[in-house]
C-alpha cells in the first residue's frame, strides 16, 4: 500500500509534444494486457482521466497566460524539444500545439458521448469487471501485508512472473507475456485460476502472445 501503480499519467502524457495517450501508442492487445496487471496487482492502482474508458483524445500542454508570459512559455516549450531528432527542424516545432490556444484546451477535454460506443463501451466494461475482481479476491486480504513478501522475475523476450503473499497469507500468482512472440514454457502457478488475458497457455505451458494468468491460492494451500 506503500506504492500506487499507474500506465500513464498526466505529466507523462502532457508532457509529450502532441499529447498521446496509450491508446493511441499501443495496440489493443498490449493495452488489455498491461491493464489487467495494473488493476489486479496489490497496489493502490491510479488511472489518469478517460483511461478507464480507452479515451483517444490528445491531453496537450495547455495554459491560460498574459501575452508576454504566454509567447515565452510558446517558444520556451518549442525549444524544450528541439533537442529531440524529430523536432530538430523549427518547421517541426511549430506544429507543436500552442498552449495558450483555446483549441489546444478544448482538443483535452474527453469525448463522454463515446461512452455508449464500441471501442470504448467494452473498454469500460473491461475495467469494470477487472476492479470488481479486485474488490472481491484481492483486496479483503491485503490487511497486514508487509514488505518484502513478494518476488518476480523475467522469461524469455516479454515474459514476467510475480508471486505476492498477501496479509492473510494467500498467494496472488502472476504468469504474463507483454510480447508480440509465444514465450517459452513457464513453471505453472498452483491455485485457482481467477483471470486470463488473451488466448489460454499451450499444452506446454507456452505463453501465446499479449497473454497472462492470474492464480490465487488460499492461506491453508500455500503455507
Request: hydrophobic share 40%; glycine share 10%.
Amino acid at each position: 500500500s506503500a506504492f500506487v501503480g499507474f500506465l500513464q499519467t498526466h505529466e507523462q502524457v502532457g508532457n509529450r509534444a502532441f499529447g498521446e495517450r496509450i491508446t493511441t501508442l499501443a495496440s489493443p492487445q498490449a493495452s488489455a494486457g498491461a491493464t489487467a496487471i495494473l488493476l489486479l496487482a496489490p497496489s493502490p492502482p491510479l488511472l489518469f482521466m478517460g483511461e478507464e474508458h480507452g479515451a483517444t483524445a490528445p491531453f496537450l500542454y495547455f495554459c491560460d497566460f498574459g501575452p508576454e508570459l504566454a509567447a515565452a512559455v510558446t517558444q520556451g516549450r518549442r525549444r524544450e524539444f528541439a533537442r529531440f531528432q524529430r523536432f530538430s527542424d523549427p518547421t517541426a516545432q511549430a506544429r507543436i500545439p500552442d498552449p495558450n490556444d483555446p483549441d489546444t484546451f478544448r482538443r483535452s477535454r474527453l469525448d463522454w458521448d463515446c461512452l455508449d460506443r464500441p471501442p470504448n463501451a467494452q473498454v469500460l466494461a473491461q475495467y469494470r469487471q477487472l476492479l470488481a475482481l479486485r474488490r472481491c479476491e484481492i483486496v479483503p486480504r491485503l490487511v497486514g501485508t508487509t514488505g518484502g513478501r513478494a518476488r518476480w522475475w523475467t522469461f524469455g523476450v516479454a515474459g514476467l512472473g510475480v508471486d505476492w503473499t498477501l496479509g492473510d497469507g494467500s498467494r496472488l500468482a502472476l504468469r504474463a507475456n507483454l510480447g508480440p512472440q509465444q514465450a517459452g514454457a513457464v513453471p505453472p502457478p498452483t491455485g485457482r485460476l481467477i483471470h486470463r488475458v488473451g488466448d489460454e497457455l499451450g499444452p506446454r505451458g507456452d505463453l501465446p502472445p499479449w497473454s497472462g494468468v492470474w492464480h490465487l491460492t488460499e492461506p491453508q494451500e500455500s503455507g
